[in-house]
């Protein structure tokens, strides 16, 4: 199993500019999350998905959007990307079911927007 | 998720027991204790979890006090490897929980093992 894989490993966009960060885990596991990481913090929650076609908001949702078609796809796209959201980005994903909440995560995409 | 509090840093000697401490004093009867860590740069790695008794695996011991209104991450020998950051959290489990998607993390505990 590759686990959970992210690209690009690194990314620079000018303001205004839009992109789209990809995700994929192959473990067939039902939950994906979205997290950044600013420098010397801890994670915050984007967005979330508890499976195939079903998205919600996290801590800090704006300027992001999400789409989940398939259970090992989880895209984050920026609409237009902002100096603030200078960043590192992980995804992550782990099984449903009691005490099975071990979430695997990707190696990150950093990101920086001037 | 009942929130956690973890002391922002703490040393260790390389070879002797790693004690972090973590607070989670609005801890509900449904809710896990997890602990993850994250080396510089790296995604977060899952360590250990537990509900209330205490756990052992291969990286690590979990002990949960009785009232579980805290927890104690020990890593027994501890290697210069083993410096990173370590997140405590607690959240409910359960494929149809409202809130089973959701996960976050505070700023952790600054783990520096030194020779």
């Known amino acids: 199993n590759a686990g959970v894989t992210q690209t690009p490993k690194f990314q620079v966009l000018k303001t205004g500019q839009s992109m789209t960060l990809q995700c994929a885990q192959d473990?067939?596991?039902?939950?994906m999350s979205w997290y950044r990481q600013d420098p010397g913090m801890g994670l915050r929650l984007i967005h979330y998905s508890v499976g195939a076609g079903i998205t919600d908001q996290g801590e800090v949702p704006n300027g992001y959007n999400v789409s989940r078609s398939t259970t090992e796809d989880f895209p984050l796209r920026l609409l237009s990307a902002a100096p603030s959201q200078t960043s590192v980005y992980f995804c992550?994903?782990?099984?449903?079911?009691?005490?099975?909440?071990?979430?695997?995560f990707g190696p990150g995409t950093r990101l920086t927007v001037l | 998720d009942a929130k956690t509090t973890q002391p922002p840093s703490m040393d260790c000697a390389e070879g002797r027991a790693a004690n972090l401490p973590c607070n989670h004093s609005?801890?509900?009867?449904?809710?896990?204790v997890y602990w993850y860590r994250q080396i510089h740069s790296q995604g977060p790695q899952y360590i250990i979890h537990?509900?209330?008794n205490n756990e052992t695996n291969e990286m690590a011991s979990l002990i949960i006090t009785e009232d579980r209104k805290s927890s104690t991450l020990i890593l027994p020998h501890a290697t210069l490897r083993d410096t990173a950051v370590y997140y405590c959290i607690v959240r409910v489990s359960g494929l149809y929980n409202t809130n089973a998607g959701k996960s976050t993390f505070g700023d952790g505990t600054t783990l520096t093992v030194k020779p």
């Open positions: 609005t801890i509900s009867g449904n809710e896990y």
């Open positions: 537990g509900l209330k």
């Open positions: 992550a994903s782990r099984a449903g079911g009691a005490g099975t909440d071990t979430q695997y």
């Open positions: 473990m067939n596991h039902e939950y």
